[in-house]
């Protein structure tokens, strides 16, 4: 994506943590929790880049894969979207999304279509993709 300070709503950015970049990975982890540590709302972002490609010596824009997940500590659904996201325009100023699944977990672990696989919030267990 282009850099916060070129992004029309980059101050929605500095608002997310970096909880993962390694320099050789393809993909990043981010974090944003609002509200008193308690009772937070947390959001993780996960974005993996899709394989670079070339037109001659030029690399071409990349998409990237991302899966947003939204809980509350207090209640124990979990909202998970899938995403995929590319640049817009000439200028690479520009992305856009689409959304291709949104699941609605009512409960953690178990088995069941409603009931979430993934992983928990707590940073050290936390693996990107990790329920597909």
Same mark, same amino acid.
């Given at each position: 994506? @282009?850099?916060?300070? +070129?992004?029309?709503?980059? /101050? ?7 909880? $993962?970049?390694?320099?050789?990975? +393809?993909?990043?982890?981010? *974090?944003? *929790?609002?509200? $008193? ?7 993780? =972002? $996960? ?5 670079? +490609?070339? =037109?001659? *010596?030029? @690399? ?6 991302? #899966?947003?997940?939204? %809980? #509350? ?23 856009? &999304? ?5 699941? &609605? /977990? %009512? ?8 009931? &979430?696989?993934?992983?928990?919030? *707590?940073?050290? $267990?936390?693996?990107?993709? %990790?329920?597909?």
């Amino acid at each position: 994506l @282009p850099p916060p300070t +070129q992004h029309p709503h980059s /101050h929605l950015a500095h608002d997310f943590d970096t909880v $993962s970049d390694a320099p050789r990975a +393809q993909d990043v982890l981010l *974090r944003c *929790r609002a509200g $008193s540590e308690s009772r937070s709302e947390e959001v993780l =972002v $996960s974005v993996l880049l899709a394989p670079l +490609q070339f =037109v001659g *010596r030029d @690399p071409l824009p990349r998409a990237a894969l991302v #899966k947003v997940f939204v %809980s #509350k500590p207090s209640a124990v659904p979990v909202l998970h979207f899938d995403c995929r996201v590319s640049w817009v325009g000439e200028e690479r100023d520009a992305a856009d &999304y689409a959304i291709n699944a949104v699941r &609605y /977990h %009512s409960s953690p672990g178990g088995g069941g279509e409603d009931e &979430y696989e993934g992983p928990t919030f *707590r940073w050290a $267990s936390f693996v990107p993709f %990790s329920n597909e």
